[in-house]
């Protein structure tokens, strides 16, 4: 008989699109790793399940846990701010989540068999949305996808369009984690050069809602 973990998993995985997807997740109290201890809220996302661009970071901070929402805190504001230089809105053009959608204690990275554990949502995201462009954001993520591309300075590997054998469908790109910038402030010319770059390559894909998006 499967136990309660494996029921949460399928319960969820099981279902029919993202908005469903969504609501039994944060709904799941999930306790398939030890992040489940200290959380008040499961954070699944933030923005368009319908937009051109994944967003991945690490995990939920103190203001996502307390709000159940991604990327709400002063972190958020500074991805709003970058996106919104370069023409996108973060709540209609992204789709923002995290590679384990509970809060770390201390906000610690997040450990190896955490982000195991709740890699079979990150992959459900991933399959449910029709975005092809992935940003991988901060070391931690980039880590969780590409480790051999994390292994050297970070400064080498972000503003870079890769593709992964394992992900055969979407094109990834590293940006600095809006909360590296806000703690390093000389991260930002760059930083918004990157996300420039990101924009650029969402206005040459075809799809009509991008039509108005400028450059
Ligand atoms: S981090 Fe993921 S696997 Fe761990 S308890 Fe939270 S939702 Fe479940």
């Not at 789709?95 to 959608?101: G, Q, S, Y």
Request: with cysteine; net charge positive; glycine share 8%.
């Amino acid at each position: 008989m499967p136990g309660p973990a494996l029921d949460t998993l399928r319960t969820v995985l099981a279902a029919n699109g993202y908005p469903e997807f969504r609501e039994r997740l944060r709904r799941s109290g999930c306790a398939r790793c030890a992040l489940a201890a200290d959380r008040q809220h499961i954070v699944v996302d933030r923005g368009n399940p319908d937009a051109a661009i994944l967003a991945v970071g690490e995990a939920p901070g103190a203001s996502e846990d307390a709000a159940g929402i991604a990327f709400c805190g002063r972190a958020g504001k500074m991805l709003d701010d970058l996106f919104a230089a370069a023409g996108l809105s973060t709540d209609d053009h992204l789709l923002i989540v995290n590679v384990v959608k509970c809060r770390p204690p201390g906000n610690r990275a997040p450990h190896r068999d955490e982000a195991a554990r709740c890699r079979p949502f990150l992959e459900r995201q991933f399959a449910l949305s029709p975005a092809r462009l992935v940003a991988l954001m901060g070391v931690t993520a980039l880590r969780h996808f590409a480790p051999d591309r994390a292994k050297g300075p970070l400064g080498a590997q972000v503003g870079r369009f890769f593709r992964l054998p394992d992900w055969p469908g979407h094109e990834f790109v590293t940006l600095y984690h809006p909360a590296a910038i806000l703690y390093n402030r000389s991260l930002e010319p760059i930083a918004r050069e990157h996300v420039r770059a990101l924009a650029a390559r969402v206005g040459e894909q075809t799809r009509p809602e991008f039509s108005g998006i400028s450059q």
